[in-house]
């Protein structure tokens, strides 16, 4: 059982920054990629951000669209941590951000969140204009 801890959410003005940390109790094959999606109020939960959490040939990434350039994915493997660097942050990023682990990258890139397992508690952001 893989158990996920976010922290890092907060209140900012727009063009701010935010970190988020997500901790994982392990990493194994059935969470090689560990990430982030977000639900704001109202609307369909959708993917952000993940990663190839593995110690060789890791880092491989996927980010959504509407956060390419503005968000960074990475991970530190020693410390079991995900972290997603958010920068240039817009009234739009606000939402709940899950962190997820899941065995494959398609859960992010087209794929359907309802089959991943593993979730943390969510985070709140918030962006104010």
């Known amino acids: 059982q893989v158990r996920l801890v976010e922290s890092g959410g907060g209140s900012v003005q727009g063009g701010g920054s935010l970190r988020l940390s997500c901790t994982a109790s392990?990493?194994?094959?059935?969470?090689?990629?560990i990430g982030w999606f977000r639900q704001a109020p109202g609307k369909e939960r959708e993917a952000v951000a993940t990663?190839?959490?593995?110690?060789?040939?890791?880092?491989?990434?996927y980010y959504a669209d509407s956060v390419k350039g503005r968000f960074t994915i990475s991970r530190d493997f020693a410390k079991r941590e995900v972290y997603l660097q958010m920068n240039s942050l817009k009234p739009e990023d606000t939402a709940m951000y899950y962190c997820?682990?899941?065995?494959?990258?398609?859960?992010?890139?087209?794929?359907?969140?309802?089959?991943?397992?593993?979730w943390g508690q969510g985070t709140r952001v918030t962006v104010s204009s």
């Open positions: 997820a682990a899941d065995s494959s990258r398609i859960s992010w890139s087209g794929g359907d969140w309802r089959r991943i397992v593993y």
């Open positions: 392990m990493f194994t094959s059935n969470s090689k990629y």
């Open positions: 990663i190839d959490v593995g110690f060789l040939g890791g880092g491989v990434t």
